[in-house]
Every structure is written in C-alpha cells, then in structure tokens.
C-alpha cells in the first residue's frame, strides 16, 4: 500500500497578505485615516465635528483623514472616505467568513485581535495558516495586531511567529508593547532591532502614544520633545521604511489615531476646577497632532531610504 505523505504547511501557503491598493500606478504613499474610537463620546469640551453620522464623517474628510474604521460602510464611502473593517478571530473558520463580508461592503483591509494568548505554538499556527489562506483567497488584507492579551503580546513570540511566517503582516499598534513590555527597562534599542521583523512586515498603524506606565497620554503638539514621543516617531518610521522597501505602484500603508475613551481605561482624566473627572485633551485635537507626526515620520522614512541607496 501506497502511503500519501501531504506536503509540509510551509508548502501549502502561496502568497503573502497583499498590501493595500488603490488601483493607480501612483507611487507607493501615506494614507491618513481615523479609527471610530477616536470619536467615540469625546468631552463637551472638543472641537471634533458634531452631527449625525454622514455629518461627522464629512468633518473628518473635510480634515484631512482618506479613511475611517469602524463605522457604517456606506455611510463611510457616502462621506467620501474609505471605510476599513476590523474583527477578532479565535479559532480556524472564522477568518474566511470575516475576510469575505468586509471585502462585500468594500472595506479595503482589517485589522485583527488574535487568540487571547493563552495558545500554544500549534495553535497559534493553525489559526495563523487559517488567516493567510483567508487573506490569498479573498484577496483581502487581514493584519494581525501587535496586541495584548492576543497571540502577538510580547516581543520574542511575535518574532518566533514571523520566523515561522514570513508571510504575516501587522498591523503595529506599538503602546501594547512599550507600556505592557515597558520596553524602556532595558536597551531600547537591542529591543527595536529584535523586532525588526516586524517593522518589515507592518502594512498599517495604530497611532496611539503611551509612555512606560500608561499607554495613552497627551501629546503636546507635534513637537513635543518627551522621550516617548521620540521612540514612537522612530517605530513608525522604521515600519513606514520596511513597506517602502517592498512597495509597488498603487500600494498605501494606512496611519489611523485610535484613541480611546475612559470608560476602557485608555484616555486618563483628572479633576477640573470643580472636582469632575475630565479628559486630559481632546482626543479629536490630539488625532490632528498624530496626522502630522505621521507625515513627518513618513518623509524621514523616504529620506533614510534615499541615504542608504546612495551609499550603496
């Protein structure tokens, strides 16, 4: 008797998660959108737009944003923005489904929370296999979130997942690991080249800017010279560098503020003159100051590759 012996997993996958297209032949760009937490029950106090839904998000368009996650698709694309879709997958089977009804409402990718980081390595790679071969199938990107309590919450089981997937892309929201890791105690910098793997794979961004013991905090304009701010300007920019190197024409990597409310512990309040518990900043205003530092950690990006094709 014969025995059929199936060839290894590593085999079986084709092509890696495809990067977003627009369609065009334009050059590889930045697209800035806006995650729906960010507008979520914002303070009295916020200069955010105001309105019904296709209100709000004609506000967000008219400042500047291309996309929005998370909210009614056709109200989204209505508005003049592009709406992107997100989800959580725990176990195989439930890629497929997901990836097919975010692509029917003309969603352009999704971020995914995966597992809850109780799985074991053989988990983790049936799921992970079960998301890649949802993504090819569908022609849809799905990235996998740089997450906590997910199967990508510490740094060295991400790059051992990426050693054995080198197809995966992420989507990189940094504050999970540089609070929850407090990546500062330490050598920062041995930590971003260990995770290297990972800027070279990042294909969309969480902008969220926390410090070593809360992982979202005020920034205070563009500008502002906080440490933090720093190391969160240099893993965006190395992630925006690891897609140029891979980028073709039409291809966008999406930079969208997801800022949270108070109610899930993300936005600290303090006491107003009063004694109310208040938000700290708008976050509307503080989406505005992410715009413009991910523009310029996209234009040190494009500077940098310039300088090493020079040296070459």
């Not at 737009?49 to 909210?71: H, K, N, Y």
């Not at 990107?141 to 997942?161: C, F, G, M, N, S």
């Not at 926390?210 to 500008?223: D, E, S, Y």
Request: proline share 6%; net charge negative.
């Amino acid at each position: 008797m014969t025995t059929v012996v199936s060839p290894p997993a590593s085999l079986k996958r084709s092509l890696a998660i495809p990067n977003t297209n627009d369609g065009s032949a334009a050059a590889p760009a930045l697209r800035i959108g806006m995650n729906s937490g960010t507008t979520w029950r914002l303070p009295d106090f916020s200069a955010a737009p105001r309105g019904t839904e296709a209100e709000v998000l004609r506000g967000i368009r008219d400042a500047g944003f291309a996309s929005f996650q998370g909210g009614n698709p056709d109200i989204t694309r209505s508005a003049g923005l592009v709406p992107t879709g997100g989800g959580r997958v725990n176990a195989v089977g439930e890629a497929g489904p997901l990836a097919r009804s975010l692509r029917e409402q003309g969603c352009d990718c999704a971020t995914l929370h995966v597992g809850w980081g109780f799985e074991d390595d053989d988990q983790i790679d049936r799921i992970v296999e079960d998301i890649l071969a949802a993504s090819v199938q569908e022609q849809f990107p799905l990235y996998i979130e740089t997450h906590r309590a997910t199967i990508t919450q510490d740094l060295w089981r991400t790059v051992k997942l990426v050693e054995r997937f080198p197809e995966i892309r992420f989507n990189g929201d940094f504050s999970h690991w540089y609070t929850g890791l407090e990546m500062v105690y330490g050598d920062f910098e041995k930590k971003l080249e260990f995770i290297a793997p990972v800027f070279a794979r990042v294909r969309f961004l969480h902008g969220r800017i926390g410090n070593p013991g809360c992982m979202q905090v005020a920034v205070h304009g563009a500008n502002d010279p906080a440490p933090y701010v720093a190391h969160f300007r240099e893993m965006w920019t190395r992630s925006m560098m690891g897609f140029l190197r891979g980028a073709a024409p039409g291809d966008y990597l999406t930079f969208a503020p997801e800022l949270l409310i108070p109610d899930v512990y993300y936005a600290r309040t303090f006491p107003n003159a009063s004694g109310q518990l208040v938000e700290e900043c708008d976050r509307w205003e503080q989406g505005l100051i992410y715009a413009q530092i991910a523009k310029e950690c996209w234009a040190a990006a494009q500077q940098r590759l310039e300088s090493e094709t020079a040296q070459i």
